[in-house]
């Protein structure tokens, strides 16, 4: 079988934040242009296909974020028992930062960083290889392989446009809920990479600091083909979206003036909301109804050892320039740290409750707890070293230890309060003065403000998660 025949190719996505997978709509564009013909899957929403696995000659699949990637080590095993003379890559943030593991555990080869010419340039030596009737590891620039170091592909690429016509409807994934409806939601990203080097984000060890411009016209092509999909607002993804200004506000001027109905939400630095908060107001008029900011913390050691370049005075002033602008603020946390006090915890949910925040912040984040991946510039903290404990492969995290056991304790309680309260359908407010209760230690006789059932509640996803 030639593996351009239908279905030789087996793209599978295993999460995206409850999007439809945009890291698979774009190999599928790129295999496509060069001729190839990819089935696709995505189990975040679709049941594992058989039929499809035993047919698929070379495997790829996307792991950009650290529960695909724990959800793809899954996948590759079942892979493996249904067809174990498949190909199989692993593609994406994950796959780079984890390379080693993954290939030693059912990979034959990752791919990080720009992925899709790499990609396409494996699937072109699979299929000249497969001709000569040898199998060997290949040697394709750009490609990961056994005994050769993690070399993420940073170059520009010539981009496709992103296929989505194989996969799942947007009616199947997150939705958008605002003032008391549920809208379709498209995904696109603008831009890849990011310029800055916060230590515990996982993008810095593979684009060092790069980040790259997806072409306009590519965007738009996308964003018009999900708004015919069905798509009413539309989630940029990019992990700083005012990395480029110039190109973001030329993408949003231009998408609004050929829709302007259409609402968007994007993610952007405490610090490019100070320098550039100049450009919030027009977003807001152009439709942005959310903006999510990583602020993770309100202790300064915290926010020192992250390298995060902003203060709890500039997360106050970035909420109110974000408010003047017309849109709602998002921040997110990373509550529990090495260095993470209880005190240092109860004073976050009193900022939080102080600046109105509660209805803007999904209850997920009181319980996220640091993760440290392999390559992280954590590693190279001295604040970090006397907490880490070792590599817990199976996990891809390096395991560590809080120095107050009650800290490590209180993020399971909280954990396990809000999974159960979410699952029960408790309101959000509730929820977080629950949480404050736990935190504080009060009886739980105690009585705690009651916010209104009917109160406004901040534009939000119907998937609350970021990693």
């Keep these: 079988m030639s593996l351009r025949s239908p279905g030789s190719i087996l793209l599978i996505s295993c999460y995206e934040l409850g999007h439809q997978p945009l890291a698979a709509a774009l190999p599928l564009g790129f295999l496509q242009r060069a001729g190839f013909a990819p089935a696709v899957l995505d189990i975040a929403v679709q049941p594992f296909n058989v ?20 959800l793809g080590v899954k996948v590759a095993e079942r892979v493996r028992d249904i067809n174990p003379q498949a190909i199989i890559c692993f593609y994406g943030l994950y796959a780079a930062l984890n390379s080693d593991y993954l290939l030693e555990h059912g990979a034959d080869y990752c791919i990080g960083g720009e992925i899709e010419t790499p990609l396409v340039a494996l699937a072109e030596a699979i299929e000249r290889e497969a001709q000569s009737a040898k199998r060997s590891t290949l040697d394709v620039p750009g490609v990961i392989r056994r005994g050769a170091p993690m070399r993420p592909f940073l170059e520009r690429l010539p981009f496709a446009l992103p296929v989505r016509e194989s996969l799942p409807t947007l009616a199947m994934y997150a939705k958008l809920e605002h003032n008391g409806q549920s809208r379709v939601v498209g995904y696109v990203e603008a ?21 790259f411009i997806i072409p306009e016209n590519i965007v738009l092509e996308d964003i018009r083909r999900q708004v015919a999909g069905g798509a009413s607002h539309i989630t940029f993804g990019d992990p700083d979206f005012l990395n480029g200004p110039g190109h973001a506000l030329s993408v949003i001027r231009a998408m609004h003036a050929e829709f302007p109905k259409l609402t968007f939400d994007v993610t952007t630095k405490v610090e490019h909301i100070l320098k550039r908060g100049s450009i919030l107001p027009e977003l807001g008029k152009l439709g942005c109804l959310f903006l999510i900011s990583a602020v993770e913390s309100v202790s300064p050691l915290v926010l020192e050892i992250l390298e995060k370049n902003h203060t709890r005075a500039d997360i106050e002033e970035a909420v109110k320039t974000v408010r003047a602008a017309g849109i709602a603020p998002r921040p997110t946390w990373v509550p529990f740290t090495p260095w993470t006090t209880l005190g240092d915890y109860l004073d976050m949910l009193a900022f939080i409750e102080e600046l109105g925040l509660i209805d803007h912040v999904d209850p997920v ?5 640091l993760l440290v ?5 954590l590693l190279n903290r001295p604040e970090m070293k ?18 107050d056991p009650r800290m490590d304790q209180l993020q399971k309680a909280v954990s396990a309060l809000v999974e159960k309260d ?21 009886r739980s006789g105690v009585t705690m403000p009651v916010l209104a059932p009917d109160r406004y509640r901040a534009p939000r996803l119907s998937e609350p998660w970021f990693c």
């Design 365 to 369: 984040q009181y319980t996220i707890r």
């Design 51 to 70: 039929s499809l696995t035993e047919k698929a000659q070379f495997i790829a699949i996307s792991v950009p974020m650290h529960t695909a990637l724990r």
């Design 373 to 377: 991946p392999p390559g992280s510039y």
């Design 191 to 211: 831009s890849r990479g990011c310029l800055h080097l916060c230590t515990h984000c996982p993008i810095p060890p593979v684009y060092g600091g790069r980040f």
């Design 422 to 442: 979410v699952n029960n359908g408790v309101d959000a407010g509730e929820i977080f003065y629950r949480v404050w209760s736990l935190a504080a230690g009060r």
């Design 386 to 403: 006397q907490h880490l404990g070792p590599l817990n492969q199976a996990s891809f995290s390096y395991r560590w230890t809080h120095p």
